[in-house]
T-cell receptor, first 116, second 111 residues
Framework: AQKVTQAQTEISVVEKEDVTLDCVYETRDTTYYLFWYKQPPSGELVFLIRRNSFDEQNEISGRYSWNFQKSTSSFNFTITASQVVDSAVYFCALGGRASGTYKYIFGTGTRLKVLA | EAGVTQSPTHLIKTRGQQATLRCSPISGHTSVYWYQQALGLGLQFLLWYDEGEERNRGNFPPRFSGRQFPNYSSELNVNALELEDSALYLC??????????FGPGTRLTVT
């Protein structure tokens, strides 16, 4: 079965602190994709990153970085020098064909509050 | 390039009524996905349409239905509304199955 776990329900940090959002997944697929989305208060999900299962290279985009480790089935997301505008709910998602039909499974989200 | 659009932004209905939500995908995208996000909860997959056909369905009762039109836009219908149907309904579109782009959502309130 496919599953995505975001154990951190809510995190509060002070501006300029670094913060890591955890994501652990389960799948029997050998080929799959992992995603992170940001959901600001407006409600729209904003695509942040996609990784495929064959590419374990870490990625950095500005203040954002992602650490993909197949050995621990984790795809963690770090925000460096957090800002108030980073306050949002962040979702990790898994896409794959475990049951024959392509499916997306989302985690329950982590609410990040960055305090000024 | 225009993103995914959804209408209406907000919808208020009473219990037992029907609701119709609409989604227009990004130009060139043939797949449309519908998700329900109840307050404080994650996204629950509802329906996936591709090339006019329903490809997959989440664990929702039959009163949740929809369709995809020849121009790839989509409609989600919820019949016999119940209070617990109150949620943000998000639509996403994709060209390739491993990328989804989301619209701003329709907030449905059932009273």
């Amino acid at each position: 079965a496919q599953k995505v776990t975001q154990a951190q329900t809510e995190i509060s940090v002070v501006e300029k602190e670094d913060v890591t959002l955890d994501c652990v997944y389960e799948t029997r697929d050998t080929t799959y994709y992992l995603f992170w989305y940001k959901q600001p208060p407006s409600g729209e999900l904003v695509f942040l990153i996609r990784r495929n299962s064959f590419d374990e290279q870490n990625e950095i985009s500005g203040r954002y970085s992602w650490n993909f480790q197949k050995s621990t089935s984790s795809f963690n997301f770090t925000i460096t020098a957090s800002q108030v505008v980073d306050s949002a709910v962040y979702f990790c998602a898994l896409g794959g064909r475990a049951s024959g039909t392509y499916k997306y499974i989302f985690g329950t989200g982590t609410r990040l509050k960055v305090l000024a | 390039e225009a993103g995914v659009t959804q209408s209406p932004t907000h919808l208020i209905k009473t219990r037992g009524q029907q609701a119709t939500l609409r989604c227009s995908p990004i130009s060139g995208h043939t797949s449309v996905y519908w998700y329900q996000q109840a307050l404080g909860l994650g996204l629950q997959f509802l329906l996936w349409y591709d090339e006019g056909e329903e490809r997959n369905r989440g664990n929702f009762p039959p009163r949740f239905s929809g369709r995809q039109f020849p121009n790839y836009s989509s409609e989600l219908n919820v019949n016999a509304l119940e209070l617990e149907d109150s949620a943000l309904y998000l639509c996403a579109s994709s060209f390739r199955e491993y990328e989804q782009y989301f619209g701003p959502g329709t907030r449905l309130t059932v009273t």
